[in-house]
């Protein structure tokens, strides 16, 4: 899916993935949004050809971050993309969905600015 059209975008079986760093801990690494510099092409499964984008968006609700810039982080990053994935450090708990909820009616309010 790589720029020139192969499949192995992630390297071998062995190598390191390289990219966005990335590690565990509740410390945030990454700030505000970062794109990935190499554009992905693919081709769906009924033939449409897409391009694939990888962005990187800094974690929500952290000790660093108010509740307005983790909202305006996911209004951008949703406004932008088609595949959201949201990513815990555990099982999804309640609370994990009332975070969501805020971010989502954050998001929405500022999509209809």
């Keep these: 899916y790589g720029s020139d059209g192969g499949n192995d975008w992630l390297g071998g079986d062995e190598e390191p993935l390289r990219g ?3 590690r565990g801990g509740s410390e945030r690494d990454t700030t505000g949004i970062l794109m990935w510099s190499e554009i992905f092409k693919a081709t ?3 033939g449409e050809k897409v ?10 609700f ?8 983790c909202a305006t982080i996911f209004a951008l990053s949703t406004m ?8 815990l450090s555990q099982n999804i708990q309640e609370d994990d969905l009332q975070h969501l909820q805020v971010l989502i009616i954050y998001g929405l309010k500022v999509h209809n600015v």
């Design 44 to 46: 769906l499964d009924n």
């Design 80 to 87: 932008v993309s088609s595949v959201l994935i949201y990513n």
């Design 20 to 22: 966005f760093n990335w």
């Design 62 to 69: 952290d000790s660093e971050s108010t509740v307005r810039d």
């Design 51 to 60: 391009a694939i984008i990888l962005l990187d968006t800094q974690g929500a």
